[in-house]
């Protein structure tokens, strides 16, 4: 063998091997970001690859997207005056929901579209721009506003599926009530406001109750 033959022989390999490298990490990267958005979205996630027919790549774009324009919101803080004048708003529209189940789901539809504007999301009047924004930080929850949004405009939603869009809406609610990042939002005030409540001599609240629990 010609030392020329050689020196291209060693050259083919070296090449192939950076190749492989560049390969490797690449592919090390991109699974190292799809863990980093599981973690970060979780059920989230999930959702956004059945929107996309499954389709990785593209859900982790919009998932990338979102994180870019709205990561750097930083939720301003509730006075506690206003907590509270919310908290009190939901007690009610949970009491209300008996006698006028479907305008009790579109209060409440409203009452998170203005909480998650005064904590410095987008608008009410921008309502996908502030979904998109509320599942960057509040992705666990983020769908009880979407369950309630798609309750809302059904016309064929039973008083049941209206029941239950408002229970799992609740979560949100607390999560952007709460007194501070990283605290629960049942001070006494909101645990009072989620607990069933009678009214009329007869107990309606039962029927905001999540199914198989006491809270």
Do not use: C, N
Not at 182 to 209: I, V, Y
Request: aromatic content about 4%; charged content about 30%.
């Amino acid at each position: 063998m010609s030392t020329l033959t050689a020196v291209l022989i060693i050259g083919a390999t070296v090449a192939v091997l950076l190749a492989a490298g560049v390969l490797i990490r690449a592919r090390t990267g991109a699974d190292s970001g799809a863990r980093s958005l599981k973690r970060r979205f979780g059920p989230e996630y999930d959702r956004t690859l059945e929107r996309y027919g499954g389709d990785h790549e593209t859900a982790r774009h919009d998932l990338r997207e979102r994180v870019e324009r709205y990561g750097g919101i930083r939720p301003v803080p509730l006075e506690p005056a206003i907590r509270e004048h919310y908290v009190a708003r939901w007690t009610t529209l949970q009491e209300r929901f008996v006698d006028a189940p479907r305008q009790a789901v579109a209060d409440a539809d409203e009452l998170l579209a203005r909480i998650a504007a005064t904590r410095g999301f987008p608008d009410p009047d921008r309502r996908e721009e502030q979904l998109a924004a509320l599942s960057v930080h509040h992705p666990r929850h983020v769908e009880g506003l979407r369950t309630l949004r798609r309750a809302v405009h059904s016309t064929s939603a039973s008083t049941e599926e209206l029941r239950e869009a408002l229970v799992h809406a609740r979560a949100l609610f607390e999560d952007l009530t709460a007194a501070a990042a990283g605290t629960s939002a049942r001070t006494p005030a909101a645990t009072e406001a989620a607990r069933p409540r009678p009214a009329s001599g007869r107990h309606r609240g039962h029927l905001l109750k999540p199914k198989g629990s006491d809270a």
